[in-house]
């Protein structure tokens, strides 16, 4: 059975965590929460704040940015959190972000990503392991440093802290270099813009990565984490035309005209001419025509939206998706509980009376 998340996402101008809603879902059964960062609150404080008003649900970063936190201590804050939350309940979701945030926000060099991810993930999993001082010489990063403006007397420790050495690690990554680097070293994978039928697309990069990998790695003993609007509506127009500006957004403008994920999916998903016009709308600040670029179908396929019986027949799609697990997002500040308990109903953690199935 699909398991059950609540992405949160990362905050507006004001931090405002819905304890609540997450209390809810945690006694319906909903197996994680996800937080995330850009360039406004981190991800990792708000779920050591959440492990204080929960006890079972599993707390997850979607994502920690590379360029915010040495390896080092995205190991350390991972590993207090889950001490914090009394072991076993922290999920490292870390990822890249991109040129713009990384060199802009960050003051860090994007430098070469599928290197720093590969010696990110290698440096953390030696500090949960505690099998020694941490040494690494990577081909992005190294401990001891040693490049320039080093004094030449970095030592390799060990944590004080004795944690969790199984701290599972998730990537989130897309394109094909990178999807099959997940497979290989992660733990899990939060998808970008995993949508149900991409399975055939993303199956050859993963079993390139298990394989890879070796040891009997596979989608059996592997996590993937997608995400997916959701808004009840009997207007359903409305509601797909409510998520446009969104898209509008992370396509035309999050990131540089030449190096932008997010419109690079789009393209790959056959929306070339959709994702060129939106682009060039945005940029020019034509930012209405933009969101009103975005077409219906693409939105659709990414959300589930309308009366609870149109959203609980599309939902089937992504239990069958490939999927391990679904996180729920809502747009806009106020999560709406009705969604919390319709979502659990569709997963069949709950019966149409509300009870735990």
Do not use: C
């Given at each position: 059975?699909?398991?059950?998340?609540?992405?949160?996402?990362?905050?507006?101008?004001?931090?405002?965590?819905?304890?609540?809603?997450?209390?809810?879902?945690?006694?319906?059964?909903?197996?994680?929460?996800?937080?995330?960062?850009?360039?406004g609150?981190?991800?990792?404080?708000?779920?050591?704040?959440?492990?204080?008003?929960?006890?079972?649900?599993?707390?997850?970063?979607?994502?920690?940015q590379?360029?915010?936190?040495?390896?080092?201590?995205?190991?350390m804050?991972?590993?207090?959190?889950?001490?914090l939350?009394?072991?076993?309940?922290f999920?490292?979701?870390?990822?890249?972000?991109?040129?713009?945030?990384?060199?802009?926000?960050?003051?860090q060099?994007?430098?070469?990503?599928?290197?720093?991810?590969?010696?990110?993930?290698?440096?953390?999993?030696?500090?949960?392991?505690?099998?020694?001082?941490?040494?690494?010489?990577?081909?992005?990063?190294s401990?001891?440093?040693?490049?320039?403006?080093?004094?030449?007397?970095?030592?390799?420790?060990?944590?004080?802290l004795?944690?969790?050495?199984?701290?599972?690690?998730?990537?989130?990554?897309?394109?094909?270099?990178?999807?099959?680097?997940?497979?290989?070293i992660?733990?899990g994978?939060?998808?970008l813009?995993?949508?149900?039928?991409?399975?055939?697309?993303?199956?050859?990069w993963?079993?390139?990565?298990f394989?890879?990998a070796?040891?009997?790695?596979?989608?059996?003993?592997?996590?993937?984490q997608?995400?997916?609007?959701?808004e009840?509506?009997?207007?359903?127009?409305?509601?797909?035309?409510?998520?446009?500006?969104?898209?509008?957004?992370?396509?035309?403008?999050?990131?540089?005209?030449d190096?932008?994920?997010?419109?690079?999916?789009?393209?790959?998903?056959?929306?070339?001419?959709?994702?060129?016009?939106?682009?060039?709308?945005y940029?020019?600040?034509?930012?209405?025509?933009?969101?009103?670029?975005?077409?219906?179908?693409?939105?659709?396929?990414?959300s589930?939206?309308?009366?609870p019986?149109?959203i609980?027949?599309?939902?089937?799609?992504?239990?069958?998706?490939?999927?391990?697990?679904?996180?729920?997002?809502?747009?806009?500040?106020?999560?709406?509980?009705?969604?919390?308990?319709?979502m659990?109903?569709?997963?069949?953690?709950?019966?149409?009376?509300?009870?735990?199935?």
């Open positions: 059975m699909l398991k059950l998340g609540l992405n949160l996402g990362y905050s507006g101008a004001d931090l405002k965590i819905p304890v609540e809603l997450v209390q809810r879902a945690e006694a319906l059964g909903y197996d994680s929460v996800w937080t995330a960062e850009a360039y609150s981190d991800a990792v404080t708000p779920l050591a704040f959440l492990a204080g008003k929960t006890s079972r649900i599993k707390l997850g970063t979607a994502i920690m590379l360029a915010a936190r040495t390896p080092a201590n995205a190991a804050s991972a590993a207090t959190v889950d001490a939350a009394g072991g076993g309940r999920i490292a979701g870390i990822g890249v972000s991109g040129p713009q945030i990384v060199e802009g926000w960050y003051g060099p994007w430098g070469k990503p599928y290197w720093r991810i590969k010696d990110y993930v290698s440096i953390m999993r030696k500090v949960f392991r505690r099998e020694g001082p941490v040494m690494h010489a990577g081909r992005e990063i401990l001891p440093y040693s490049g320039p403006g080093a004094m030449g007397v970095g030592k390799p420790l060990q944590s004080i004795h944690m969790n050495r199984n701290i599972p690690i998730y990537l989130g990554t897309g394109n094909e270099a990178t999807v099959k680097l997940t497979a290989e992660a733990d994978w939060l998808p813009g995993f949508v149900p039928g991409a399975m055939a697309e993303y199956r050859p993963l079993e390139e990565g394989r890879r070796g040891g009997g790695k596979g989608l059996a003993n592997f996590a993937i997608g995400q997916v609007h959701v009840i509506n009997s207007d359903v127009k409305a509601a797909l035309d409510r998520l446009k500006p969104e898209v509008a957004l992370y396509v035309g403008g999050m990131g540089h005209r190096k932008n994920f997010h419109k690079d999916l789009m393209v790959r998903r056959g929306y070339k001419a959709e994702a060129d016009r939106i682009q060039e709308l940029l020019a600040q034509r930012k209405q025509e933009a969101a009103a670029a975005v077409p219906d179908a693409w939105i659709d396929s990414r589930l939206v309308g009366p019986e149109r609980k027949q599309r939902y089937r799609a992504w239990a069958d998706s490939g999927l391990t697990g679904l996180s729920i997002r809502f747009r806009g500040p106020s999560p709406n509980p009705e969604v919390i308990s319709l659990a109903e569709a997963a069949g953690l709950v019966s149409a009376s509300g009870h735990r199935a």
